[in-house]
């Protein structure tokens, strides 16, 4: 029976039946101290008043707690301070809130609150903090909240607002805190927010402000922060903007419209650590006497019009070096003019970024850049730095991005940068360098990119180059004086995007071990001196885009192979010695992007490419003419003798075969154009999205020809690797076959509308979506108990996940790794049976080795098994890890990547430490079985002792997700274990190996 509203029974018992209403739409253990077996004063996170004990307090931050938030709690009358922080709480904020006449304090932060901030919060007259930010709001903030005399601070940013920044905000003399950053705020910012006198911060970044910052907000001789990043903010800064803010600490306003000049006075702001004017429109010079702030950490003004004095070299660079506490020192893509003076290599030995460069600045890098000790990224590109790079700069050996491109450095690349084993990004490029390659480059560990074109290198490229088995992105030696063979050894860049040696002086044949890079979108190597025919082992690049091997001395016939080649969009062989018939399909129909010119011994092709006929094709043309004019006769007579009697035979089996098995739509294969899958999904309307994924978006659609409702992932091609992903799916779902993976109806390769490329795979649909959106359901879906999934079913659900599994490692011709196991990749029909979906990144595994390599480490965090961060191998066992992951965010219902896991927790530490005896980890929505509560560990089943097959279950997920390899499970051995399980669930032989399943 519900409890009814009072504020008449002046006694803790109107609070204790409060409280337990309030516990009653609350899912979680934490509150099972909340009974009356004990006082309300002894429960769990309540604090009681001395004096009349009653609830003064409610601490539940951090609980786990999901549900929404009771009404009755407007029965704690005496309540002050609220405190529901880091939950996983839904629905509304009751508006009943506002009858807590005594209430101070209240803290909704991070969860997951829907609907309106209730504007009768007004009511609350002693309320000191409001804070609701990263939730789920709507609407407008209330005008109704200016008028709380006692407000100090108000935060509801990461939330989904609109409308204007209230006015009546300025009436609140007490406000210290203002927080409406990250929402979707327009308007200008209010003037009456500068009637504040106590204010100290204002937070409203990432909105869409536009306007003046008022001026009043300068007189504000309180404000230590002000912050508004990415707005549409317009006008100037005042003069004296260091004089009327003395305490002023940061000042962060980058992407917007701002301009003039930066105030000088703020050399006056003596507690200033952050000055962020990124990207505006700022003009004049950069304040001089910037060394008086001595505890200057970042200093930002990149990407705007400034520039120095005449006849000033940088002078405020070297007032810098005073600014013993700066990390960073951005100020590129500005109209700064002069020497760069050594004195950076005496800035602050605490530095970590510095970036000077798109200016016109000259002169030498100093040699003493070895004192910068801690810097990790150094970015000095496109300006006019001469001489040599200093051998010293292999001395930052925490440096990850090193930039010097496009200058005029020359000199030989010093072999002390290889020391630098932790860069990940090195850009030489577009300078004077001579000079060999240094063999050192190839103690890199992490090096993803490396450009060292247009230099002046020469020598043979060192074989260490190709051991960087972490490059992944791109290798650029182009237009260097590079000699010399193509090594076998490139075949070890498993992992590369892009190869370009184009405009050297390389020899010899084209090494056939390319054909092991099969991560290669662009293979460029136009104006060399190889020879030879182009391999045949380059078949196996399936995902080229990008092939130009123009103006070698190659030979022999263009191989057919390149007309099969899905991805590929631009092939450039001219000016070779190819000879020979020019294919005609694939790419070969596309004049405008092939080229073949300068090949004087090709012919055939399409008639735009103005080739000659083949002469031998002529001949012979000729020489069966006659025959075929003789015997034509004959043949047409026969054919049509042959159809007629195929024809009424076809009907006599057809008829057979129809009666004993109706064909069914269902196993049927339809080849579908883009008008096709624009017509069946409303021109690819949002209404019909149903997910996003790395590479492209999913669509419900409903094919015209038979009604048959499918899912239709077209790829979003401008993404670098949505090719090869195309490639890679269609390769693995069209070599497998099994009752828990998606099934592919087709997949088209197409134009658009637009005469652009289309390609997208035709699947099943699934109604009942993914599994993602079962456990962390969108806000837009509201509480719904059909996302309340039982035991039973988590349990089916990872049984068949398993045996999908079980069937790609043990059960195909080849061995398959999915890579992406997660739950949006995991969907549910009807009958909620599951189906693993999503083989975009999938690798099959060599027979023989039973390993594979991978392009870089890819996946989704928190499902990546770590062994990948260092090494290149995938094996069945990371998708093992994967598996384990899965299994314990079904039964947490928690993320492996949730901010509580950090500072080396993570979901299986936290799940390990806590078992056997802390099972309140678990998803509270298990604790419901068909409505009602699971008591005592004991499900409705049939009496089996529910909490032994959960901790199982648990056992399981943390044998999959060990660290080692070697530890993990065997699917197969995983899927005899579940089984077991749920055989023990469900009530077959309770007394029947009893024993092996307590040990699991």
Same mark, same amino acid.
């Not at 309106?116 to 609701?132: D, F, K, M, Q, S």
């Not at 210290?176 to 504040?196: A, R, T």
């Not at 507690?271 to 990207?279: F, H, P, V």
């Given at each position: 029976?519900?409890?009814?509203?009072?504020t008449?029974?002046?006694?803790?018992?109107?609070?204790?039946l409060?409280?337990?209403?309030?516990k009653?739409q609350?899912?979680?253990d934490?509150?099972?101290?909340w009974?009356?077996?004990?006082?309300?004063?002894?429960?769990?996170?309540?604090?009681?008043?001395?004096?009349?004990?009653?609830?003064?307090?409610l601490?539940?931050?951090?609980?786990?707690?999901?549900?929404?938030i009771?009404? +009755?709690?407007?029965?704690?009358?005496?309540?002050s301070?609220i405190?529901?922080?880091?939950?996983?709480l839904?629905?509304?904020?009751?508006?009943?809130?506002?009858?807590?006449?005594?209430?101070?304090?209240?803290?909704?932060?991070n969860?997951?609150l829907?609907?309106?901030?209730?504007?009768n919060?007004?009511?609350?007259?002693?309320?000191?903090?409001?804070?609701l930010s990263?939730?789920?709001?709507?609407?407008?903030?209330p005008f109704?909240?200016?008028?709380?005399?006692?407000?100090?601070?108000?935060?509801v940013?990461?939330?989904?607002?609109?409308?204007?920044?209230?006015?009546s905000?300025?009436?609140? =003399?007490?406000?210290?805190?203002?927080?409406?950053?990250?929402?979707?705020?327009?308007?200008?910012?209010?003037y009456?927010?500068?009637?504040?006198?106590?204010?100290?911060?204002?937070?409203?970044?990432?909105?869409?402000?536009?306007?003046?910052?008022?001026?009043?907000?300068?007189?504000?001789?309180?404000?230590?922060?002000?912050?508004?990043i990415?707005?549409?903010l317009?006008?100037?800064?005042?003069?004296?903007?260091?004089?009327?803010?003395p305490?002023?600490?940061?000042?962060?306003?980058?992407?917007?419209?701002?301009?003039?000049?930066?105030?000088?006075?703020?050399?006056?702001?003596?507690?200033?650590?952050?000055?962020?004017?990124?990207?505006?429109?700022?003009?004049?010079?950069?304040?001089?006497?910037?060394?008086r702030?001595?505890?200057?950490?970042?200093?930002r003004?990149?990407?705007?019009?400034?520039?120095?004095?005449?006849?000033?070299?940088?002078?405020?660079?070297?007032?810098?070096?005073?600014?013993?506490?700066?990390e960073?020192l951005?100020?590129?893509?500005?109209?700064?003019?002069?020497?760069?003076?050594?004195s950076?290599s005496?800035?602050?030995s605490?530095?970590?970024k510095?970036?000077?460069?798109?200016?016109r600045?000259?002169g030498?890098l100093?040699?003493?850049?070895?004192?910068?000790?801690?810097?990790?990224i150094?970015?000095l590109?496109?300006?006019?730095?001469?001489?040599?790079?200093?051998?010293?700069?292999?001395?930052?050996?925490?440096?990850e991005?090193?930039?010097?491109?496009?200058?005029?450095?020359?000199?030989?690349?010093?072999?002390?940068?290889?020391?630098?084993?932790?860069?990940?990004?090195?850009?030489?490029?577009e300078?004077?360098?001579?000079?060999?390659?240094p063999?050192?480059?190839?103690?890199?560990?992490?090096?993803?990119e490396?450009?060292?074109?247009?230099?002046?290198?020469?020598?043979?490229i060192?074989?260490?180059?190709?051991?960087l088995?972490?490059?992944?992105?791109?290798?650029?030696?182009?237009?260097?004086?590079?000699?010399g063979?193509l090594?076998?050894?490139?075949g070890?860049?498993?992992?590369?995007?892009?190869?370009?040696?184009?405009?050297?002086?390389?020899?010899g044949?084209?090494?056939?071990?390319?054909?092991?890079?099969?991560?290669?979108?662009?293979?460029?190597?136009?104006?060399?001196?190889?020879?030879?025919?182009?391999?045949?082992?380059?078949?196996?690049?399936?995902g080229?885009?990008?092939?130009?091997?123009?103006?070698?001395?190659?030979?022999?016939?263009?191989?057919?192979?390149l007309?099969?080649?899905?991805?590929?969009?631009?092939?450039n062989?001219?000016?070779?010695?190819?000879?020979?018939?020019?294919?005609e399909?694939?790419?070969?129909k596309?004049?405008?992007?092939v080229?073949v010119?300068?090949?004087?011994?090709l012919?055939?092709?399409?008639?735009?490419?103005?080739l000659?006929?083949?002469?031998?094709?002529?001949?012979?043309d000729k020489?069966?003419l006659?025959?075929?004019?003789?015997?034509?006769g004959?043949?047409?007579c026969?054919?049509?003798?042959?159809?007629?009697?195929?024809?009424?035979?076809w009907?006599?089996?057809?008829?057979?075969?129809?009666?004993?098995?109706p064909?069914?739509?269902?196993?049927?294969f339809?080849?579908?154009?883009?008008?096709?899958?624009?017509?069946a999904?409303?021109?690819?309307?949002?209404?019909?999205?149903?997910?996003?994924?790395?590479?492209?978006s999913?669509?419900?659609?409903?094919?015209?020809?038979?009604?048959?409702v499918?899912?239709?992932?077209?790829?979003?091609?401008?993404?670098?690797?949505?090719?090869?992903?195309?490639m890679?799916?269609?390769?693995?779902?069209?070599?497998?076959? +099994?009752?828990n993976l998606?099934?592919?109806?087709?997949?088209?390769?197409?134009?658009d509308?637009?005469?652009?490329?289309?390609k997208?795979?035709?699947?099943?649909y699934l109604?009942n979506?993914?599994?993602?959106?079962?456990?962390?359901?969108?806000?837009?879906?509201?509480?719904?108990?059909?996302?309340?999934? =039982?035991?039973?079913?988590?349990?089916?659900?990872?049984?068949?996940v398993?045996?999908?599994?079980?069937?790609?490692?043990? +059960?195909?011709?080849?061995?398959?790794?999915?890579?992406?196991?997660?739950?949006?990749?995991?969907?549910?029909?009807?009958d909620?049976?599951?189906?693993v979906g999503?083989?975009?990144?999938?690798?099959?595994?060599?027979?023989?080795?039973?390993n594979q390599?991978? =392009?870089?480490?890819?996946?989704?965090?928190?499902?990546?098994?770590p062994?990948?961060?260092?090494?290149?191998?995938v094996?069945?066992?990371g998708?093992?890890?994967?598996?384990?992951?899965?299994?314990l965010e079904?039964f947490?219902?928690?993320?492996?990547?949730?901010?509580?896991?950090?500072?080396?927790?993570?979901?299986?530490?936290?799940v390990?430490?806590?078992l056997?005896?802390q099972?309140?980890?678990?998803?509270?929505?298990?604790?419901?079985?068909?409505?009602?509560?699971?008591?005592?560990?004991?499900?409705?089943?049939?009496?089996?002792?529910?909490?032994?097959?959960?901790?199982?279950?648990?056992?399981?997920?943390?044998?999959?997700?060990?660290?080692?390899?070697?530890r993990r499970?065997?699917?197969?051995?995983?899927?005899?274990?579940?089984?077991?399980?749920?055989?023990?669930?469900?009530?077959?032989?309770?007394?029947?190996?009893?024993?092996?399943?307590?040990?699991?």
């Amino acid at each position: 029976m519900p409890i009814a509203y009072t504020t008449t029974r002046p006694s803790n018992e109107t609070d204790e039946l409060s409280l337990l209403a309030f516990k009653e739409q609350i899912i979680g253990d934490a509150l099972s101290s909340w009974n009356r077996t004990s006082h309300l004063c002894q429960w769990h996170a309540v604090t009681c008043g001395r004096r009349h004990e009653r609830v003064i307090a409610l601490s539940l931050s951090s609980l786990g707690l999901a549900g929404t938030i009771s009404p +009755h709690i407007a029965n704690l009358t005496f309540l002050s301070d609220i405190d529901f922080t880091n939950n996983s709480l839904h629905g509304k904020i009751p508006t009943e809130i506002g009858r807590l006449f005594r209430l101070k304090f209240l803290d909704l932060r991070n969860n997951s609150l829907e609907g309106e901030i209730p504007a009768n919060l007004t009511y609350c007259a002693r309320l000191v903090g409001i804070r609701l930010s990263r939730n789920r709001l709507e609407g407008k903030i209330p005008f109704e909240l200016g008028y709380l005399p006692n407000l100090m601070f108000l935060s509801v940013s990461y939330n989904k607002l609109i409308g204007s920044i209230p006015t009546s905000l300025g009436n609140l =003399s007490y406000l210290n805190f203002l927080n409406v950053g990250s929402n979707s705020l327009s308007g200008s910012i209010p003037y009456e927010l500068g009637q504040i006198v106590s204010l100290e911060a204002i937070q409203i970044s990432l909105n869409e402000l536009s306007g003046e910052i008022p001026l009043s907000l300068f007189n504000l001789s309180s404000l230590t922060s002000f912050a508004a990043i990415n707005n549409n903010l317009q006008g100037s800064l005042p003069a004296d903007l260091g004089l009327t803010l003395p305490n002023l600490k940061s000042f962060v306003v980058p992407s917007n419209f701002l301009s003039g000049h930066v105030p000088a006075s703020v050399s006056n702001l003596s507690s200033l650590k952050i000055l962020d004017l990124n990207s505006n429109s700022f003009s004049g010079e950069i304040p001089p006497n910037l060394g008086r702030l001595q505890g200057l950490v970042k200093f930002r003004l990149a990407n705007n019009k400034l520039e120095n004095r005449d006849g000033d070299d940088l002078s405020f660079l070297r007032e810098l070096t005073n600014c013993t506490r700066l990390e960073r020192l951005i100020v590129w893509r500005n109209h700064l003019v002069g020497l760069l003076p050594n004195s950076i290599s005496n800035l602050s030995s605490n530095l970590r970024k510095l970036s000077l460069g798109d200016n016109r600045i000259h002169g030498n890098l100093p040699t003493g850049i070895e004192n910068l000790e801690n810097l990790e990224i150094l970015t000095l590109p496109n300006m006019f730095l001469t001489g040599e790079i200093p051998d010293s700069i292999g001395k930052l050996n925490r440096l990850e991005m090193l930039e010097l491109k496009q200058n005029k450095l020359s000199g030989v690349i010093p072999s002390s940068i290889g020391n630098i084993t932790s860069l990940n990004l090195l850009y030489l490029n577009e300078n004077g360098l001579t000079g060999s390659i240094p063999l050192s480059l190839g103690d890199f560990r992490f090096l993803q990119e490396l450009n060292l074109s247009q230099n002046k290198l020469t020598g043979p490229i060192p074989k260490q180059i190709f051991s960087l088995s972490s490059l992944s992105r791109f290798l650029d030696l182009s237009h260097n004086s590079l000699s010399g063979l193509l090594p076998m050894e490139v075949g070890n860049l498993k992992n590369l995007g892009e190869l370009n040696i184009s405009n050297n002086q390389l020899s010899g044949e084209m090494p056939s071990t390319l054909s092991n890079c099969l991560s290669l979108e662009h293979l460029i190597i136009h104006a060399n001196l190889f020879n030879g025919t182009i391999p045949s082992s380059l078949r196996t690049l399936r995902g080229i885009v990008r092939l130009d091997l123009s103006s070698n001395n190659l030979s022999g016939e263009i191989p057919k192979y390149l007309g099969d080649f899905t991805f590929l969009s631009y092939l450039n062989l001219s000016f070779n010695n190819l000879e020979g018939k020019v294919p005609e399909v694939g790419i070969f129909k596309n004049e405008g992007a092939v080229s073949v010119i300068g090949n004087d011994k090709l012919c055939g092709g399409i008639k735009e490419l103005e080739l000659p006929a083949c002469v031998g094709q002529q001949r012979r043309d000729k020489h069966h003419l006659k025959q075929v004019l003789i015997i034509s006769g004959a043949i047409i007579c026969l054919l049509l003798i042959s159809i007629l009697a195929l024809y009424y035979y076809w009907r006599r089996v057809s008829n057979r075969k129809s009666r004993r098995h109706p064909s069914s739509s269902e196993d049927k294969f339809f080849a579908l154009s883009y008008r096709d899958l624009f017509k069946a999904t409303n021109g690819f309307s949002c209404d019909n999205l149903i997910g996003e994924g790395s590479y492209g978006s999913v669509y419900k659609g409903v094919l015209e020809n038979n009604e048959r409702v499918v899912a239709v992932k077209v790829l979003n091609l401008q993404k670098r690797g949505a090719s090869q992903s195309f490639m890679a799916e269609c390769e693995a779902l069209r070599s497998i076959r +099994h009752r828990n993976l998606v099934k592919i109806i087709t997949a088209c390769s197409s134009i658009d509308s637009k005469g652009n490329d289309f390609k997208a795979l035709v699947f099943t649909y699934l109604p009942n979506g993914s599994l993602e959106k079962w456990l962390h359901p969108e806000s837009s879906e509201g509480p719904s108990q059909m996302r309340n999934l =039982s035991f039973k079913e988590r349990l089916n659900i990872a049984i068949d996940v398993a045996l999908a599994l079980d069937y790609l490692h043990h +059960h195909c011709e080849i061995p398959i790794v999915h890579r992406d196991l997660k739950p949006s990749n995991v969907l549910l029909d009807n009958d909620m049976n599951a189906y693993v979906g999503d083989f975009g990144i999938a690798r099959f595994l060599h027979e023989a080795t039973g390993n594979q390599t991978t =392009s870089g480490v890819k996946g989704t965090t928190g499902y990546i098994a770590p062994e990948y961060g260092m090494s290149a191998k995938v094996t069945t066992q990371g998708n093992v890890y994967s598996y384990g992951i899965l299994l314990l965010e079904m039964f947490t219902r928690k993320k492996p990547t949730e901010e509580m896991f950090t500072d080396g927790l993570s979901l299986h530490q936290f799940v390990k430490t806590a078992l056997p005896q802390q099972t309140e980890i678990v998803d509270p929505l298990l604790l419901l079985e068909d409505g009602e509560v699971v008591k005592n560990g004991r499900s409705r089943n049939g009496g089996i002792n529910w909490q032994n097959c959960l901790l199982s279950v648990l056992r399981i997920g943390l044998s999959c997700s060990e660290e080692l390899p070697s530890r993990r499970m065997e699917m197969n051995s995983v899927v005899s274990e579940m089984y077991l399980i749920r055989d023990m669930y469900s009530g077959i032989g309770i007394y029947r190996n009893r024993q092996n399943m307590t040990d699991t």
